[in-house]
């Protein structure tokens, strides 16, 4: 079992920056993935950000020049920068972890409680 706690989150205006981070602890030793999912008001979760423990990440199109997904193993911890934020990306933020990259694609992984971003126009 891992638990996973977001941080970071908040309201900004268009055109700002945030940056969110995500603790693991726990059985993590073989969680290889993790990444960042978002669910704007109501549509679906859709993931924004991922990387393994190597440093391979992969990005939705409509965040790519604008975030950056980093993490730190020695801290178990993932991050998230978000720049040129946009209304558009207003959603409760959530990490997740997985023991490869393609559970984290498809969403299979473990669950952090989430952090609102709210971006004002």
């Known amino acids: 079992q891992v638990q996973l706690v977001e941080s970071g989150g908040g309201l900004v205006q268009a055109g700002g920056s945030l940056r969110l981070s995500c603790a693991a602890s726990?059985?993590?030793?073989?969680?290889?993935?993790m990444g960042w999912y978002r669910q704007p008001p109501g549509k679906e979760r859709e993931l924004v950000a991922a990387i393994t423990s190597s440093g391979v990440t992969n990005y939705a199109d409509s965040v790519k020049g604008r975030f950056a997904i980093s993490r730190d193993n020695a801290k178990n911890t993932v991050y998230l920068q978000m720049n040129s934020l946009k209304p558009e990306d207003t959603a409760v933020y959530y990490c997740?972890?997985?023991?490869?990259?393609?559970?984290?694609?498809?969403?299979?992984?473990?669950w952090g409680q989430g952090t609102q971003v709210t971006v004002s126009s």
């Open positions: 726990g059985r993590i030793f073989s969680w290889n993935a």
């Open positions: 997740t972890a997985a023991p490869a990259l393609g559970h984290i694609l498809k969403g299979a992984g473990s």
